[in-house]
């Protein structure tokens, strides 16, 4: 992950339109904002992922701050099109439409595969199942390495909420039977400060 130092240059050159310094914010960030919204919108990750990196264009301009409050109101943007997201599935539930396409037989993404064999897709399903707010918390602290109070911006909570659903989830993580048949989960460490 970048120093803060360098992401706010890469912030303050991309806002000034340097295509290449945007897209190094978007090599350094896009795998934690995925990651994070695999957990939160599933299989919509991806569009939504795309969503947000296209606010974040649009509204880069606007933008003040530091390193750290980038990741912030990055995150805070991903949060914000994964509920637009979860609220449109919800009115409209998508129906395939028949199509020549439904003669052909699928085909895997060779790439979603890996990621679907990998331990981080086997860490992200189980940090899926946790409930909503604890879920998002520890996404947003141990994944994306994001500080208390700047995680309780993007969620719109209390820093000390924050806290205790890092907490309860990182212990409910700990205690599944999953983890503990493999001994835990390396990373997953307690700190000082959940």
Do not use: C, N
Not at 127 to 141: G, H, N, S, Y
Not at 157 to 174: D, E, F, S, W, Y
């Amino acid at each position: 992950m970048w120093e803060d130092d360098e992401l706010a240059a890469a912030v303050r050159a991309a806002s000034t339109g340097d295509e290449a310094a945007f897209a190094a914010l978007w090599r350094a960030l896009h795998p934690a904002v995925l990651r994070y919204l695999r957990v939160v919108v599933g299989d919509a990750a991806e569009d939504v992922a795309s969503e947000t990196w296209l606010q974040a264009a649009r509204d880069l301009h606007r933008f003040t701050g530091d390193g750290a409050a980038f990741r912030g109101w990055l995150f805070r943007i991903a949060r914000h099109r994964a509920i637009d997201e979860k609220r449109r599935a919800g009115r409209r539930p998508e129906e395939p439409a028949g199509s020549f396409a439904d003669d052909i037989a699928p085909t895997r993404d060779a790439a979603a595969e890996m990621l679907e064999q990998s331990g981080t897709a086997w860490a992200l399903r189980l940090i899926a199942d946790l409930p909503p707010d604890q879920a998002e918390a520890v996404m947003l602290r141990v994944v994306a390495g994001l500080d208390v109070a700047t995680t309780a911006r993007v969620l719109g909570k209390r820093a000390g909420a924050v806290r205790i659903a890092t907490m309860r989830g990182l212990r409910r993580l700990a205690a599944d039977p999953r983890v503990t048949a493999l001994g835990g989960l390396p990373g997953l460490t307690r700190s000082k400060e959940v």
